[in-house]
């Protein structure tokens, strides 16, 4: 499943996933952004990863800020990015 | 503050484009921002000297969203992985500009990252302009003209320094382009165009003038931004430590699909 959400004026956000027994697998976060530090893209797709296929946008973007050392710093995107991407993914 | 005694507070120094492999490239970037971090080398500018065609691609793209694999391989196109996100780029040597800063990160301190890649680029767009070229900067990374998008820069901040890069588009094979890269609708939703093509707008469509010519005028523009601008290269060390960082990462199938 593959699901693609740009913020305007900002950068794409590509999530590709499967859905198993009700919970997301195999999930994959890309795009075009700019993420500091990089290894953050680790905890963004560890957020979605195993979550239940129903959640709601809100609360997709809930886990991922949640994922989120303080001192990352999201450039063009947003963990509400991220989870319109993965909605659109699991549509 | 000033914008300008930002950059003079530093000894800037000049590589000028050595022809070397695509993953070279990639490798020195990594190298040259090391060396700065650690306080070895002086802030630095690199022009890229190519020999071989690539698809570059972001830091964090994936392979099979971004590239038609066939498509590269059918060509002889290499796919490389940068240090950098961003979007991907289709460069043949001829039709492209890429240049590199490495620079300590106090140099953009205070700064949004957004504010910061218009800050670094800004003496880009004053040689295009003097070229007679219509260039401006469309945040948050793009250098662009009323003939359409000229260029774009990513940046990291790694190694206790600054990564920033640019490629600009000198000239373009656009039927090699769309077949090697995969431009879906969602990114152009915002663009108020439909083709990727068209929204390209390379130099040679708005000046005569040869690469080499815009290539010395960066240079110029950029020495008097700097207030001097001191001729350097790259060092044996730095080669040898490249060549390291190609076996250990930018050459290995690990690093480039990262993301498949």
């Known amino acids: 499943m593959h699901g693609e959400y740009k913020t305007p004026g ?22 075009d952004f700019f993420l500091e530090p990089a290894e953050a893209l680790t905890a ?48 | 503050m000033s914008d300008r005694s ?4 530093y000894r800037w120094h000049l590589i000028r484009p050595l022809p070397v492999a695509a993953p070279v490239n990639h490798a020195l970037d990594e190298v040259l921002t090391r060396r700065v971090g650690a306080g070895e080398r002086h802030p630095t500018l690199r022009f890229w000297g190519r020999i071989e065609p690539e698809v570059v691609i972001g830091r964090f793209q994936s392979v099979r969203n971004e590239v038609d694999e066939a498509a590269a391989r059918r060509y002889g196109i290499q796919i490389m992985r940068r240090l950098t996100g961003g979007g991907a780029m289709f460069v043949e040597p001829p039709n492209v500009i890429t ?5 300590p990160q106090e140099l953009v301190a205070g700064m949004s990252f957004v ?13 295009l302009r003097s070229l007679g070229i219509d260039a401006w900067y469309e945040p948050i990374n793009d250098m662009t003209s009323s003939g359409g998008k000229i260029g774009g820069a ?43 093509a068209k ?16 290539v010395e005028r960066m240079i110029e523009t950029f020495a008097r931004w700097c207030g001097g601008l001191a001729e350097g290269q790259v060092t044996a060390a730095e080669m040898e430590e490249a060549g390291e960082l190609i076996r250990t990462k930018y050459g290995t199938r690990e690093w480039i699909y990262t993301l498949p």
């Open chain 2, 99 to 103: 240049y590199s800063l490495y620079a």
């Open chain 2, 6 to 9: 930002r950059w003079s507070a």
């Open chain 2, 199 to 214: 929204r390209v707008g390379p130099i040679r469509q708005q000046t005569n003038l040869p690469r080499d010519v815009i």
């Open chain 2, 115 to 127: 504010e910061s890649y218009a800050f670094l680029d800004a003496w880009a767009i004053e040689a």
């Open chain 1, 44 to 91: 963004i797709t560890a957020a979605i990863e195993g979550m239940p296929a129903d959640l709601d946008e809100a609360a997709i973007a809930a886990r991922v800020r949640a994922a989120l050392a303080p001192d990352v710093v999201m450039v063009g995107f947003s963990p509400e990015a991220v989870a319109r991407a993965v909605r659109r993914a699991l549509a």
């Open chain 1, 10 to 31: 900002g950068k794409l956000v590509v999530v590709d996933c499967e859905v198993r027994d009700g919970r997301v697998v195999g999930a994959q976060v890309s795009g």
């Open chain 2, 154 to 196: 990513a940046q990291a901040r790694r190694f206790g320094a600054v990564l920033h890069h640019a490629t600009l588009a000198y000239d373009l094979n656009s039927d090699r382009m769309l077949e090697v890269l995969r431009i879906g609708k969602e990114k152009l939703s915002d663009k108020g165009i439909t083709s990727a």
